[in-house]
């Protein structure tokens, strides 16, 4: 069983920086990769970046150029670094964990809200 918690949203004015954080705990060790997700309201939620175990990421091209996603392992964390940010980013931020395959996540965060006044 892995526990997610996030951390570091708020409210920021368009153009401005936030950094998520995802606190990792219990089976750690078997985590294949982990994600990002935002949800708006009234809208789907949607994929915003990933970084596997091995190191490799992915980015939504929504997001490419201005945020980063990073890890820590020594704190079993992982952040997002997100820059210029505009209204349309605005929605509750998740991280997840993948135990098999970066296709299916089994864990999820509890959300963090990110708003982005213009």
């Known amino acids: 069983q892995v526990q997610l918690v996030e951390s570091g949203g708020g409210l920021v004015q368009a153009g401005g920086s936030l950094r998520l954080s995802c606190a990792a705990s219990?089976?750690?060790?078997?985590?294949?990769?982990m994600g990002w997700f935002r949800q708006a309201p009234g809208k789907e939620r949607e994929f915003v970046a990933h970084?596997?175990?091995?190191?490799?990421?992915k980015y939504a091209d929504s997001v490419k150029g201005r945020f980063t996603i990073s890890r820590d392992n020594a704190k079993n964390t992982v952040y997002l670094q997100m820059n210029s940010l505009k209204p349309e980013d605005t929605a509750v931020y998740y991280c997840?964990?993948?135990?098999?395959?970066?296709?299916?996540?089994?864990?999820w965060g509890q959300g963090t809200q990110v708003t982005v006044s213009s």
């Open positions: 219990g089976g750690i060790f078997s985590i294949y990769g």
């Open positions: 970084i596997l175990r091995s190191g490799t990421y």
């Open positions: 997840a964990a993948a135990m098999t395959t970066i296709s299916e996540y089994d864990y």
